[in-house]
């Protein structure tokens, strides 16, 4: 079975400090994809980023990282400096290549405070 | 830029009603994808389309159906409105292929009173 596991329900930083959001999943397939989606207040679902299993690079977009290791099927996400416009909702994801499904992760809360 | 729309931000309906969601996107993707988001339960697939009058279901179809009757739309259909399908719905598409992403909507929160 396929699986996507964020452990943290909630997370509040103040303005300023780093934060990661931990993404944990399980599957059988050898090529998979990981994603990553930011669900501000207005609804809207943006997406950040995609890997695919067999590139394990770790990735920098500004302020933003991402830390995947297969060895432990994680997917983590840092924000460095967090900003109070970094408040949303973040969903880790799972695609098969084989069934073509997004799986979804119960998604993270951040609130970044002033 | 993608562009996904929904054709309500809010709705309102009450128990035993047909209710219609409609997403329509711009860009010619192949594939489009309806969602329900809950507190606690993340993003869980009701129905998607692979083509114009193709359809799949998702994890939770129970009590769903939906109609793709061109590329460009995907609705939606709630034959008769329970209050346990008060919810945020999602819509999505994609090109298709593999490694492809989807794109969201801005989503409609659906009240059944």
């Known amino acids: 079975a396929q699986k996507v596991t964020q452990a943290q329900t909630e997370i509040s930083v103040v303005e300023k400090e780093d934060v990661t959001l931990d993404c944990v999943y399980e599957?059988?397939?050898?090529?998979?994809?990981l994603f990553w989606y930011k669900q501000p207040p207005s609804g809207e679902l943006v997406f950040l980023i995609r890997?695919?299993?067999?590139?394990?690079q770790n990735e920098i977009s500004g302020r933003y990282s991402w830390n995947f290791q297969k060895s432990t099927s994680s997917f983590n996400f840092t924000i460095t400096a967090s900003q109070v416009v970094d408040s949303a909702v973040y969903f880790c994801?799972?695609?098969?290549?084989?069934?073509?499904?997004?799986?979804f992760g119960q998604g993270t809360t951040l609130q970044v405070k002033p | 830029d993608v562009k996904v729309t929904q054709s309500s931000r809010y709705l309102v309906k009450r128990t035993g009603e047909k209710v219609f969601l409609e997403c329509v996107q711009d860009?010619?993707?192949?594939?489009m994808f309806w969602y329900r988001q809950d507190p606690g339960l993340g993003l869980r697939l009701i129905y998607f389309?692979?083509?114009?009058?193709?359809?799949e279901k998702g994890d939770i179809p129970e009590g769903y159906s939906v109609s793709r009757e061109k590329k460009e739309r995907f609705s939606l259909i709630l034959e008769s409105a329970s209050t346990n399908q008060t919810s945020m719905y999602l819509c999505?598409?994609?090109?298709?292929?593999?490694?492809?992403?989807?794109?969201f909507g801005p989503g409609t929160r659906l009240t059944v009173l």
């Open positions: 999505a598409s994609r090109i298709g292929g593999d490694a492809d992403t989807q794109y």
């Open positions: 599957t059988r397939d050898t090529t998979y994809y």
């Open positions: 890997r695919n299993s067999f590139d394990e």
């Open positions: 994801a799972l695609r098969s290549s084989n069934t073509g499904k997004l799986i």
């Open positions: 860009m010619d993707h192949e594939n």
């Open positions: 389309s692979y083509d114009v009058k193709m359809k």
